[in-house]
């Protein structure tokens, strides 16, 4: 029988700031980036679920490191990762505009390549479906609520060119990012817009949702335009601020902007 209860996607905390996401529908469970196998397998055991896949967005420890125990403890179930890079355990190779078919929970992905944080980096995106009401984009270490990923292996213009493809995005898609660094990505952006009115009220809900100790997450794309400053590399507010730091009064290009906030970022 196929269950069409509508998916629930919740955050698994791991280590200090990591959310391992878990989409399931009561009874199956897919998730994403699973750094660390004990939180998942304590979760999973708690709601009774069956693991039936992994989702890996890019290579780093702490969204890899749980793979093979996972595999140990629940058979062999797919595990997608990127083409690009040889990651253990992998075992369906993915890269853009690859169609994700999963039986159980029922769900539709499609693959996007967002290099910039990683060379390899993928992020997968679920437009609306039978049991999904709003699209939803996992989008690991690419974008963060209110920031980027670091440059560690790609260019400023591929970073760019990655958060565009997100910016075309429905407005309404849920973007489920791996790290909670919402408010001191806040800190920095409201550096670089500080009279952005979207920003500043974000700035007061982040906080209140902090100090209960919930999640600021997921984010969606439409919000992200009004108060993530790398996502707004177009607007004359983040170019002013960006040729203030810098010196620089020709930035001509969202690439150029983003080069000069997230090198400030990075010394922030
Ligand atoms: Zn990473
Ligand atoms: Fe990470």
Not at 10 to 33: K, R
Not at 55 to 67: F, M, R, S
Not at 89 to 110: F, H, N
Not at 115 to 122: D, K
Request: proline share 6%; aromatic share 8%.
């Amino acid at each position: 029988m196929v269950k069409n209860t509508l998916l629930q996607v919740w955050p698994i905390p791991a280590f200090d700031d990591n959310y391992i996401w878990c989409i399931h529908d009561g009874e199956s469970a897919l998730v994403v980036d699973p750094g660390d196998a004990s939180p998942v397998i304590q979760y999973l055991n708690e709601q009774k679920l069956a693991l039936m896949g992994i989702l890996i967005t890019h290579h780093h420890a702490d969204h890899t490191g749980g793979i093979l125990q996972l595999l140990q403890t629940f058979g062999s179930i797919p595990v997608f990762g990127p083409a690009t890079i040889d990651i253990p355990g992998r075992t369906q190779a993915v890269m853009e505009g690859d169609k994700i078919e999963i039986a159980a929970p029922r769900l539709s992905l499609k693959v996007l390549e967002v290099p910039g944080h990683t060379l390899s980096h993928i992020a997968y995106f679920a437009n609306m479906q039978a049991n999904v009401v709003e699209p939803m984009l996992f989008c690991g270490d690419t974008l963060f609520a209110c920031g980027c990923g670091r440059l560690f292996e790609g260019s400023p213009t591929q970073m760019s060119e990655s958060l565009a493809k997100f910016a075309a995005l429905p407005k309404n898609t849920l973007v489920y990012c791996t790290h909670e660094y919402t408010l001191s990505n806040i800190r920095f952006a409201l550096a670089v817009e500080p009279n952005n009115a979207n920003l500043i009220s974000w700035a007061q809900r982040a906080q209140e949702l902090r100090d209960k100790k919930l999640p600021t997450l997921p984010s969606t794309i439409g919000q992200e335009l009004q108060v993530n400053p790398f996502m707004r590399c177009d607007t004359k507010e983040v170019i002013a601020s960006a040729s203030e730091i810098s010196g620089e009064v020709n930035l001509k290009t969202p690439a150029h902007v983003l080069a000069v906030i997230r090198a400030w970022k990075d010394r922030f």
